[in-house]
């Protein structure tokens, strides 16, 4: 049993949202279908680090969603920026129940047990600007991220943290989302969101304060499921 990640699928194979306009994008899904058929099995786990769907409500993301549970493992999302579709976890949940999307979970407020690791994270957030709503987000991130953390020391096993936001990104760090991590026994954190050979040059990827942190986004792994153990 197994634990891989990936991020930033941005799936719209039920809308007109095309990615292979973009650099180094053609092909994309054969290309992912192949490699997840080739690493991942039915006994192992994948997390996916948010922008999974482009569907702008959750009733879209069906067959995106579909494609997902059709690949072999245990899928757990958590949210990223442009997955405009994410409500409460009650009505996701009530909504991969209802299609019979089994092989789906989703990281919100909670951890997961996954052979020696607890699976925990948030979308994160990284303070560009400093508005009082930029603010709030960034301080319900938090809170929610110690929520996963609480949980997943709760397990007794060595928390792994999934973020879509890097928390530190051309030599800055997002302070509030750092002060958490090290504040938990945390070694590992894999994070998405970054796109571009000109942007990946700017992403850190390494030990920082403790911990090791690596890119997952789709684009940067080759469209690889990336193993965590």
């Known amino acids: 049993m197994s ?3 990936i991020a930033d699928l941005h799936l719209s194979l039920g809308e007109d949202k095309p990615m292979d306009i973009f650099a180094g994008w053609n092909d994309y899904v054969d290309r992912l279908t192949d490699n997840w058929n080739k690493l991942v099995s039915d006994d192992d786990t994948i997390v996916i680090a948010g922008d999974i769907s482009w569907a702008m409500r959750l009733e879209q993301t069906y067959t995106d969603f579909k494609f ?8 757990i999302f958590l949210k990223g920026n442009h997955d405009y579709w994410w409500g409460t976890k009650n009505k996701i949940d009530t909504f991969l129940k ?3 999307l089994d092989s789906i979970s989703i990281l919100f407020n909670n951890a997961y047990a996954c052979g020696e690791y607890a699976i925990c994270g948030t979308r994160g957030w990284f303070l560009e600007n400093d508005t009082p709503e930029d603010i ?9 991220l110690k929520m996963s953390l609480d949980q997943a020391v709760q397990t007794g096993l060595e928390p792994v943290v999934f973020l879509h936001y890097p928390p530190y990104y051309r030599g800055i760090e997002c302070q509030e989302i750092m002060d958490v991590l090290c504040s938990y026994p945390v070694k590992k954190c894999y994070y998405g969101h970054i796109h571009g050979k000109k942007n990946f040059k700017l992403a850190f990827e390494g030990e920082y304060k403790g911990i ?3 890119l997952i ?3 940067k792994v080759g469209f690889m ?3 965590v153990r």
């Open 225 to 227: 499921p990336v193993l």
């Open 98 to 100: 209802d299609n019979e």
């Open 212 to 214: 090791n942190f690596q």
């Open 136 to 144: 709030k987000v960034l301080n319900r991130e938090v809170g929610r």
């Open 3 to 5: 634990l891989f990640a």
């Open 217 to 219: 986004s789709c684009d």
């Open 68 to 75: 997902i549970d059709n690949l072999p493992g245990r899928k």
